[in-house]
T-cell receptor
Framework: QKEVEQDPGPLSVPEGAIVSLNCTYS??????FMWYRQYSRKGPELLMY????GNKEDGRFTAQVDKSSKYISLFIRDSQPSDSATYLC??????????FGRGTSLIVHP | DAGITQSPRYKITETGRQVTLMCHQTWSHSYMFWYRQDLGHGLRLIYYSAAADITDKGEVPDGYVVSRSKTENFPLTLESATRSQTSVYFC?????????????FGSGTQLSVL
């Protein structure tokens, strides 16, 4: 079993939908949780960063961490076609090297 | 603001040939990383470097060699390319390696080994 599990999708939703992307993990030492967005033929870019448990909101994006369940989520409200991309979760414990999930491909169709 | 650049963007080579992928960053970041990205596996760490002349193995280092004689450059060499090394390769950098820092990625090199 991989340390970080993420469903690769693809996830296809209509424009305006609320999107929920999720990762589970097994390493209880993880404390720093990140979501990267990767457009086709580009490198990943950091979208959201959260430390420990709780929620963090940035515009239409909300990152949620539940350490007791070892489960993290990224919610996208009012999804747009420009949100179509691959979303990778990543997490760290004491090391500066993050562990990435496989990424979920999101398609938002007009 | 050039950031982090990878070259070449695309490369086709044959089995057994030596190939070098280049990575250059203009920020003087201490930490640099090489990842490969494959369907079904996501991003896997090949090698990383905490500073010039300091490198270490990641998850999948076999068949790869790195060097870092200058802070800004971190080339990745496939000594004798195999078909299983067909992949998209990403270089990344990070300023100080603090656990709350993000990685800055290049645009990738798509490598095909025939």
């Amino acid at each position: 079993q991989k340390e970080v599990e993420q469903d690769p999708g693809p996830l296809s939703v209509p424009e305006g939908a609320i999107v929920s992307l999720n990762c589970t993990y097994s390493n209880s030492a993880f404390q720093y949780f990140m979501w990267y967005r990767q457009y086709s033929r580009k490198g990943p870019e950091l979208l959201m960063y959260t430390y420990s448990s709780g929620n963090k909101e940035d515009g239409r994006f909300t990152a949620q961490v539940d350490k007791s369940s070892k489960y993290i989520s990224l919610f996208i409200r009012d999804s747009q076609p420009s949100d179509s991309a691959t979303y990778l979760c990543a997490m760290r414990g004491g090391s500066y090297i993050p562990t990435f999930g496989r990424g979920t491909s999101l398609i938002v169709h007009p | 603001d050039a950031g982090i650049t990878q070259s070449p963007r695309y490369k086709i080579t044959e089995t057994g040939r030596q190939v070098t992928l280049m990575c250059h960053q203009t920020w003087s970041h201490s930490y640099m990383f090489w990842y490969r990205q494959d369907l079904g596996h996501g991003l896997r760490l090949i090698y990383y470097s905490a500073a010039a002349d300091i490198t270490d193995k990641g998850e999948v280092p076999d068949g790869y060699v790195v060097s870092r004689s200058k802070t800004e450059n971190f080339p990745l060499t496939l000594e004798s390319a195999t078909r299983s090394q067909t992949s998209v390769y990403f270089c990344a950098s990070s300023p100080t390696g603090d656990t709350n820092e993000k990685l800055f990625f290049g645009s990738g090199t798509q490598l095909s080994v025939l």
